[in-house]
């Protein structure tokens, strides 16, 4: 069983920028893959980002491409987006997921992962 906790959510203005944080626990961390998906009201979960085990792989929805990144800290625990130059279409319910699947074609879809965090809320501005 894994827990995950995100934190860093907020209000900011367009153009500002954000880190969101996902504290995981319960398992070995290095052995899974991370994503970030999105839930804006009256709209589907969508893929944001992801990132495999082994670090170097990482992949984005085409929305947030160029604008977020997404990391890992296995010694801590813990992965993270950073959110930079925000637009209002950004806003949503960011929620954290943990999966033992790797490479894109999986991890682009919110049923390959196992486990979720709560969700933390991003409002941008304009």
Known sequence: QVQLVESGGGLVHLGGSLRLSCAASGRTFSNLAMGWFRQAPGKEREFVAAI?????????????????????????????????????????????????????????QATRYDYWGQGTQVTVSS
């Open 52 to 108: 495999n085990w082994d670090s170097p792989s990482t992949y984005y929805g085409d929305s947030v491409k160029g604008r977020f990144t997404i990391s890992r800290d296995n010694a801590k625990n813990t992965v993270y987006l950073q959110m930079n130059s925000l637009k209002p279409e950004d806003t949503a319910v960011y929620y954290c997921a943990a999966g033992t699947y790797s490479g894109r074609y999986y991890l682009t």
